[in-house]
Each structure stands twice: as structure tokens, then as C-alpha cells.
């Protein structure tokens, strides 16, 4: 997801992550768009804008459901997205009367926006425990070095002598402050799509809000005002991504700058070698670290190219989502494996004198 080169095996894990590409992944994703379909099909049923006889026949047809995926990529490449392709394989073996009970009233954004909503949460349960795990190396490394004597340095000049636990402490806090805030985003985001056609929420005739309640219920999640065209929820994941990345890449970029020859105030176990220079010890994870947080800044920058929607949809915004959210929450992956496998290497913090 992030690049072609770097998902090569020539870069190893560095800026990979398996759990968060396998949410990703053609099965998952659209697992999800199918979960979205089910739970439209009871909600049509339940709230009587279809017969249930031909809402139960469409149901057993979507639980027996298997995507051909070599033809939902060829329906993409004609449609711009696979839902169009998805739908059509659902309804194939159906007859013509039970086809209404699949998707009628929905739309493709409906589908993929819920389905992004679904892996987005799948993932940053993930980083849940990811930061715990951070936040317990940061707190042991603080019980073995806090009082270790370092320099404070301000715009890369020494300033003032101040510890080791003063400068983990540093760390830790806006690390901690992450980790609350990813309880609170999880939440938050956690809202169905259901506006269909043009983003009025106005099929079925007459229990629209009755359906959107039902397929949020079932999907674990709420209804909130349409959100076709106000993609602030996307935003708000980024930000959150980008605030995690660049909490840990001020942690690499702090460990690189300590490990420097003449500095020497963080030893470091397993750090990289050069191919030219054997003396050299180099900080790899840090430098790892600083380059996924400009990265997924960057791409947040560009993330923020969605909130501009013509009209009732936007093709061109819409797809910038799916190009740079999935890249961001592997490459914010990445970082928290980096930064944990980083803070195990260390063996030592304190001034070189101190021991």
C-alpha cells in the first residue's frame, strides 16, 4: 500500500505493515461492502419496503455470496469502483423479483464509505494496543535511567543540564495524550453512510431513517447527518495519524541526534551498519521513524484535497481518499512497530561520563 519498491522484500518490514494491509486486503474490504449489503436487505425487509419472503431468498443468496474479484477489477476499471461490478454478482443467481431486495435505495458510496468506516476502526483497534505497548517501554525505560544526568539543548545548542527522565517525559506525554485521543476518534467515527442517490437520505419512500437506524444497528455503528460531501471524518482519522506519526518521529528524531559520535548519550543494541564505513553505528529505526512522520504529513496535506466535492459527488475527491488513507494507516503501522523495536534497542540513556 505504501509504494511498489518499498513493499519489495528489499526494504524488509520498515515501511510495511502485514495486520493493517490485510484489512485491506480485496477478501476484507469487500467482506465489508458485503456486510453493508446484508444488513441493507434486513433493514428493506424489517422496515416492510420489500416482501420478506424475497428479502429472505436475497439473503440466503448473499450468505452464500463468493466475488469473483477478476471481475469486479474489470467492473472497476469501467466504473471507477467495484460496487456496480458487486452488486450485479450478488443479484446473478436471483430471480427477477428478488433483485429489488438487493441494494434498492443504496448507492456506491453508501457501500464504500461504510466499508472504509468499518476497516479504518478494524485498524486503529490495532493501534490501541500498539501504544499501550509504547507507552509501557517509555515508562521502563523512565524507571531505569530518569535520573541519569543529559544536556538539554535548545535549537540544537546546549542549554541547560536536565535527565534522561526529563527529556522520556517529553516523550511520553503527547504519547499518552495520543492514546486517549484514539479512544475518543474510534468512537467518533464510527457513523454509517446512508444517503443514497444524491445524499437526501430519501429511499425507501417513507422509512428512509427507519433503514439507515436498522443498517447502523447491525453494523455497530450510528446514523449521523449525510456525510457524502462533508469529509471532515476522514480529515479527523488523518489528523489523528499525524499527530501519532509525528509524536514518534520527535521520539526518533531525539534518539538519533543522542546517538551521534561526541554526544553519545543513548547507547543503542542492533543499530545499523554502512557498507563503506564499518566504525559507523547507524540509528535506523530513528531515521525510519522521521521519515514516515513527513510522509504521512504530507500525505495528509493531500488527503485534505477531499473536503473539495462538486456537487452531490465527486469522483476525482472521493479517490483521493482511497489512494492516501489506507497508505497513512500503514505507514502510521509502520512507525508504532518501528518506535517499539527502537525503544527495546536501547540499553542505556545518560551522558557518556555518567556510565
Same mark, same amino acid.
Given at each position: 500500500?505504501?509504494?511498489?519498491?518499498?513493499?519489495?522484500?528489499?526494504?524488509?518490514?520498515?515501511?510495511?505493515?502485514?495486520?493493517?494491509?490485510?484489512?485491506?486486503?480485496?477478501?476484507?474490504?469487500?467482506?465489508?461492502?458485503?456486510?453493508?449489503?446484508?444488513?441493507?436487505t434486513r433493514a428493506l425487509r424489517d422496515a416492510g419496503a420489500v416482501p420478506s419472503d424475497i428479502?429472505?431468498?436475497?439473503?440466503?443468496?448473499?450468505?452464500?455470496?463468493?466475488?469473483?474479484?477478476?471481475?469486479?477489477?474489470? @467492473?472497476?476499471? *469501467?466504473?471507477?469502483?467495484?460496487? +456496480? =461490478?458487486?452488486?450485479?454478482?450478488?443479484? %446473478? !443467481?436471483?430471480?427477477?423479483? &428478488?433483485?429489488?431486495?438487493?441494494?434498492?435505495?443504496?448507492?456506491?458510496?453508501?457501500?464504500?464509505?461504510?466499508?472504509?468506516?468499518?476497516?479504518?476502526?478494524?485498524?486503529?483497534?490495532?493501534?490501541?494496543?500498539?501504544?499501550?505497548?509504547?507507552?509501557?517501554?517509555?515508562?521502563?525505560?523512565?524507571?531505569?535511567?530518569?535520573?541519569?544526568?543529559?544536556?538539554?539543548?535548545?535549537?540544537?545548542?546546549?542549554?541547560?543540564?536536565?535527565?534522561?527522565?526529563?527529556?522520556?517525559?517529553?516523550?511520553?506525554?503527547?504519547?499518552?495524550?495520543?492514546?486517549?485521543?484514539?479512544?475518543?476518534?474510534?468512537?467518533?467515527?464510527?457513523?454509517?453512510?446512508? @444517503?443514497?442517490? *444524491?445524499?437526501?437520505?430519501?429511499? +425507501? =419512500?417513507?422509512?428512509?431513517?427507519?433503514? %439507515? !437506524?436498522?443498517?447502523?444497528? &447491525?453494523?455497530?455503528?450510528?446514523?449521523?447527518?449525510?456525510?457524502?460531501?462533508?469529509?471532515?471524518?476522514?480529515?479527523?482519522?488523518?489528523?489523528?495519524?499525524?499527530?501519532?506519526?509525528?509524536?514518534?518521529?520527535?521520539?526518533?528524531?531525539?534518539?538519533?541526534?543522542?546517538?551521534?559520535?561526541?554526544?553519545?548519550?543513548?547507547?543503542?543494541?542492533?543499530?545499523?551498519?554502512?557498507?563503506?564505513?564499518?566504525?559507523?553505528?547507524?540509528?535506523?529505526?530513528?531515521?525510519v521513524l522521521v521519515a514516515l512522520a513527513r510522509v504521512v504529513g504530507g500525505h495528509q496535506g493531500?488527503?485534505?484535497?477531499?473536503?473539495?466535492?462538486?456537487?452531490?459527488?465527486? @469522483?476525482?475527491?472521493?479517490?483521493?481518499?482511497?489512494?492516501?488513507?489506507?497508505?497513512?494507516?500503514?505507514?502510521?503501522?509502520?512507525?508504532?512497530?518501528?518506535?517499539?523495536?527502537?525503544?527495546?534497542?536501547?540499553?542505556?540513556?545518560?551522558?557518556?561520563?555518567?556510565?
Open positions: 500500500m505504501s509504494n511498489a519498491l518499498t513493499r519489495t522484500q528489499l526494504w524488509g518490514t520498515l515501511f510495511q505493515d502485514e495486520d493493517v494491509a490485510a484489512e485491506f486486503s480485496a477478501d476484507r474490504f469487500c467482506a465489508r461492502m458485503v456486510q453493508f449489503e446484508t444488513a441493507w428479502a429472505d431468498e436475497a439473503l440466503a443468496a448473499i450468505a452464500r455470496f463468493e466475488p469473483d474479484f477478476a471481475a469486479l477489477a474489470r @467492473g472497476s476499471d *469501467v466504473d471507477g469502483l467495484p460496487v +456496480p =461490478a458487486l452488486v450485479r454478482q450478488m443479484k %446473478a !443467481a436471483l430471480p427477477e423479483e &428478488a433483485r429489488a431486495a438487493i441494494h434498492a435505495g443504496a448507492t456506491s458510496q453508501d457501500v464504500i464509505d461504510t466499508a472504509m468506516i468499518l476497516t479504518v476502526r478494524a485498524v486503529l483497534a490495532i493501534f490501541k494496543s500498539r501504544c499501550d505497548a509504547i507507552l509501557r517501554r517509555l515508562e521502563d525505560l523512565d524507571a531505569r535511567f530518569a535520573d541519569n544526568p543529559i544536556s538539554g539543548r535548545t535549537r540544537m545548542q546546549l542549554a541547560l543540564p536536565i535527565t534522561a527522565g526529563d527529556r522520556i517525559e517529553d516523550w511520553r506525554t503527547p504519547m499518552r495524550a495520543r492514546r486517549e485521543r484514539l479512544d475518543l476518534l474510534i468512537d467518533e467515527i464510527g457513523v454509517v453512510q446512508v @444517503g443514497g442517490a *444524491v445524499g437526501l437520505r430519501d429511499a +425507501p =419512500a417513507g422509512c428512509a431513517e427507519t433503514v %439507515a !437506524a436498522s443498517v447502523a444497528r &447491525a453494523l455497530g455503528l450510528r446514523v449521523s447527518p449525510v456525510w457524502h460531501t462533508d469529509r471532515a471524518v476522514m480529515l479527523e482519522i488523518g489528523h489523528w495519524l499525524t499527530a501519532l506519526c509525528g509524536t514518534l518521529g520527535k521520539i526518533g528524531q531525539d534518539i538519533a541526534l543522542m546517538a551521534q559520535q561526541g554526544i553519545d548519550e543513548v547507547r543503542l543494541d542492533r543499530a545499523g551498519g554502512s557498507s563503506a564505513m564499518p566504525h559507523k553505528q547507524n540509528p535506523v529505526r530513528s531515521e493531500i488527503l485534505a484535497q477531499s473536503m473539495i466535492h462538486e456537487q452531490e459527488r465527486s @469522483g476525482a475527491a472521493w479517490a483521493v481518499e482511497w489512494m492516501t488513507l489506507p497508505a497513512m494507516l500503514e505507514l502510521s503501522g509502520a512507525a508504532l512497530d518501528n518506535a517499539d523495536r527502537l525503544l527495546r534497542q536501547i540499553r542505556h540513556i545518560g551522558a557518556k561520563d555518567a556510565g
